[in-house]
Structures are given as structure tokens and as C-alpha cells.
Nanobody, 126 residues
Framework: QVQLVESGGGSVQAGGSLRLSCAAS?????MGWFRQPPGKEREGVAV??????????ADSVKGRFTISRDNAKNTDTVYLQMNSLKPEDTALYYC????????????????????WGQGTQVTVSS
């Protein structure tokens, strides 16, 4: 397991942008973001394989969100740039990291990740 430090989030009007950051205390294979809207189950948003840069996105955020990584300092940091935000993007966003291989099916499975951040709130008003 690694420790994850999240930053970013906040409140914004629809159409606005926010950026989330997550820094890991050690090496990872995968890092990304899940979210839990009020009254709903947690869902995958975007994940990146830190060793080759392959990315996966939920259909609901494709074209609006971009996940990127920076592992230049021997620690993995991922960013989630969220543009054209919608009220339905309102949720508690969790950073996740793992050391298991994922693919276009497995990336959504939360059991593939063994480290989780404490969550950061994103609220989008209409």
C-alpha cells in the first residue's frame, strides 16, 4: 500500500472547471479516480496505468475529463482536469492506487486498488 494525498475539488457552476491532484508516497502501477454521488454507489471515473500512460474513462466523462501523470520525481502524481462540469458530476471523489494489472474491463473494479485517499468533494451547481 501507499499513502495518497489528494488536493483540489471545491464548488463551481455548471460549465466550469476544476483540477484534482493525487500524490502517492511510493511506486504504483495504476492510479486514478472514483466518485460517489449522493445516494449512489461508487463508480470509476478515470484511471491511468502509470508505467505506460494508458488511460481509461467512464463514458459519462469522456471528452470532458483528462487524467495525466507525473512520475518524474520517483513518486507518482496524477491529475484529473475536469472541464465542462455538470451538476451530475457532483460527488465525493476518491483517489485510488494499485499494483495489479488492469485492462479496459478491470479498471472499473475497485478491488484492483489497494490504496485509497480520504476523498475530496466536488459540487457543481446549475
Amino acid at each position: 500500500q501507499v499513502q495518497l494525498v489528494e488536493s483540489g475539488g471545491g464548488s463551481v457552476q455548471a460549465g466550469g472547471s476544476l483540477r484534482l491532484s493525487c500524490a502517492a508516497s511510493g511506486d504504483t502501477i495504476t492510479m486514478g479516480w472514483f466518485r460517489q454521488p449522493p445516494g449512489k454507489e461508487r463508480e470509476g471515473v478515470a484511471v491511468i496505468r502509470t508505467y505506460d500512460g494508458t488511460t481509461y474513462y467512464a463514458d459519462s466523462v469522456k471528452g470532458r475529463f483528462t487524467i495525466s501523470r507525473d512520475n518524474a520525481k520517483n513518486t507518482d502524481t496524477v491529475y484529473l482536469q475536469m472541464n465542462s462540469l455538470k451538476p451530475e458530476d457532483t460527488a465525493l471523489y476518491y483517489c485510488a492506487a494499485g499494483n495489479k494489472i488492469i485492462d479496459w474491463v478491470l479498471w472499473r473494479n475497485s478491488s484492483r486498488y489497494n490504496s485509497w485517499g480520504q476523498g475530496t468533494q466536488v459540487t457543481v451547481s446549475s
